[in-house]
């Protein structure tokens, strides 16, 4: 059975830095490309950040110069840190697996950025 599990979300102030996490089971985790979402509420779920097999990365506009995606795949895991957060960031975040016409998403990890 495939998961994404998702963790690390939560509630920060303006400028705050959180780690997401992603563990993925139950397919070869290495052969995927994996990369993030987010869905705002009314929003359409959009790219965050992008790494694919060969570690190369690609950002949303939005995140450049303060979130890294990064990947362990000794450890099935999917990393993005993400720093001085604005409350825009506040959305759903989505871990997401590919390879060719296969996806997988995970349940999602809620980041809220509030004063």
């Known amino acids: 059975q495939v998961q994404l599990v998702e963790s690390g979300g939560g509630s920060v102030q303006p400028g705050g830095s959180l780690r997401l996490s992603c563990v993925g089971s139950?397919?070869?985790?290495?052969?995927?490309?994996m990369a993030w979402f987010r869905q705002a509420p009314g929003k359409e779920r959009e790219l965050v950040a992008d790494i694919l097999t060969a570690r190369r990365t690609i950002y949303a506009d939005s995140a450049k110069g303060r979130f890294t995606i990064s990947r362990d795949n000794d450890k099935h895991t999917l990393f993005l840190d993400m720093n001085n957060l604005k409350p825009e960031d506040t959305a759903v975040y989505f871990c997401h697996a590919r390879r060719w016409e296969t996806t997988y998403w995970g349940q999602g990890t809620q980041v809220t950025v509030s004063s």
């Open positions: 139950g397919f070869t985790f290495s052969s995927y490309d």
